[in-house]
């Protein structure tokens, strides 16, 4: 039988900012490299996004930040997912984001930090690398 | 996860077990026919499917939200399949059915999916049903399909259902389009969701007209609810529960699971003949000359 395998990614904000300007774009730009985006809206809280992802059998998930949350948000999905048993799930992040806290997200163990003008090319190939990592798991 | 792992979650009603059985199964992997040869058959039969369609923007979501509040005040487990279009340029999508029913996501209780249409005509309708199968055998008494409707995808997902709901709203051009696609006489019950908007009453009036005409049996085929304010839904689920039991006594509920399951059967047929099929014709490298439908009979009559 033919397998039909396509890379599902989430995308989501969580936290009370409700800029989703730089998350829809990244959901439209990945749904035109191929990837099906399970979108899940502004306001969440790591534990929805969390469950979410797992229901969803995602390959990655994509959190987007801009009012300076990052730093303690980001790493809350990461540490709900391992909660849930999902550790394996990789989390990549976006937004306003200085230089110096990149160290500390990547620390708290999200893959990829973008921040305003990375080219979409670079954003589409890092989600497809931590898609496929995942798959080879 | 190993497949005995996999499958010792799905017995579990382990989330992270379900989500990737769907996975697998949506996919097509190898493990597909172990994980649904493993299913508890006995809470397969009695779930009740409900299918909801619509055109886009008449609720169907919000509509599905409520359903779902409603059902978890009596502890019901529950299964939600959104089905969202494929791109047929990249093949991507947006699956943004769940943005609306995030309230539920950490109710363990509410398993969610959602669900791309890949394309695939009648391998949608395999899929969803694999995947409610899943569903109901880990325990969820209800499943909802939500697509959006009028294409030939998604009568095909409504076949899979046992009560389909027709979601439209007044001040959509669209809805005199979907009765012309036929859907309206699908339609177990029409939603005129809304219902506290200008020319609500119209619409339910002129679809009470339209299923007379049609020589529909129920007399009260149209439900009226405002679904983000919760209004109607309790109504809407009695009358669910009235048309459900209607069609046990009358034998239809066994009908249309019968027709479901004789088209699920032939989807698989077909998901499972294409690649073969195309290999063979690519392999015959036939001339570009001549009737296609000749050279397929000749094909599948040496087969």
């Not at chain 2, 697998?24 to 909801?52: C, F, P, R, T």
């Not at chain 2, 509410?110 to 569903?135: D, F, K, P």
């Not at chain 2, 339910?204 to 983000?228: C, F, H, I, K």
């Amino acid at each position: 039988m033919e397998t039909t395998h396509k890379y599902r990614v989430l995308i989501g904000k969580p936290g009370l900012d409700g800029h989703d300007r730089g998350a829809k774009f990244i959901a439209r730009a990945l749904r035109d490299a191929g990837f099906e985006v399970v979108y899940t809206g502004i306001r969440r809280s790591p534990e929805e996004i969390a469950a979410a992802a797992i229901q969803e059998d995602v390959d990655a998930v994509g959190l987007s930040s801009l009012s300076g949350a990052h730093i303690r948000l980001f790493p809350a999905v990461v540490e709900a997912l391992r909660k849930a048993g999902a550790q394996d799930i990789p989390v990549l992040g976006g937004g306003v984001i200085p230089e110096e806290d990149i160290v500390t997200l990547k620390a708290a163990g999200i893959v990829e930090i973008f921040t305003p003008g990375t080219p979409i090319d670079k954003i589409i190939s890092a989600y497809r690398e931590a898609c496929e990592k995942k798959s080879s798991v | 996860m190993t497949i005995d792992r996999l499958l010792e979650g799905l017995k579990q009603r382990d989330p992270r077990a379900i989500g990737r059985a769907i996975t697998l199964v949506e996919n097509g992997d190898e493990s597909a026919q172990a994980i649904l040869s493993s299913l508890d058959e006995d809470l397969i039969s009695q779930a009740i499917i409900l299918g909801i369609t619509g055109p886009p923007g008449a609720g169907k979501s919000t509509l599905t939200n409520g359903i779902i509040s409603e059902l978890r005040q009596s502890r019901k487990r529950i299964g939600i399949i959104a089905i969202d279009p494929s791109s047929p340029i990249s093949g991507g999508a947006i699956l943004g059915d769940r943005i609306r029913m995030m309230q539920h996501a950490t109710d363990r209780d509410v398993v969610m999916r959602s669900m791309a249409t890949r394309g695939r005509l009648g391998g949608l309708c395999a899929t969803a049903g694999a995947a409610v199968r899943i569903m109901s055998s880990c325990g969820c008494s209800t499943i909802i399909i939500e697509t959006v409707g009028v294409g030939q995808s998604e009568m095909d997902i409504i076949r899979l259902a046992d009560i389909t709901l027709l979601v439209l709203a007044p001040g959509l051009g669209d809805d005199i389009q979907a009765m012309k696609a036929g859907l309206l006489e699908v339609a177990d019950i029409l939603v005129v969701n809304k219902a506290d908007c200008k020319g609500a009453d119209i619409l339910a009036m002129d679809l009470e007209t339209v299923s007379r005409q049609e020589g529909a049996t129920n007399q009260a085929r149209v439900s009226m609810t405002v679904a983000t304010e919760n209004k109607g839904i309790t109504e809407l689920l009695e009358r669910i529960a009235e048309v459900d039991s209607e069609h046990r006594d009358s034998g239809e509920r066994e009908k249309r699971r019968r027709g479901a399951h004789d088209q699920e059967v032939l989807d698989w047929c077909l998901e499972i003949l294409r690649p073969r099929l195309l290999a063979e014709i690519t392999k015959r490298d036939l001339p570009l000359l001549g009737d296609p439908r000749l050279k397929a009979k000749e094909i599948l009559e040496e087969q």
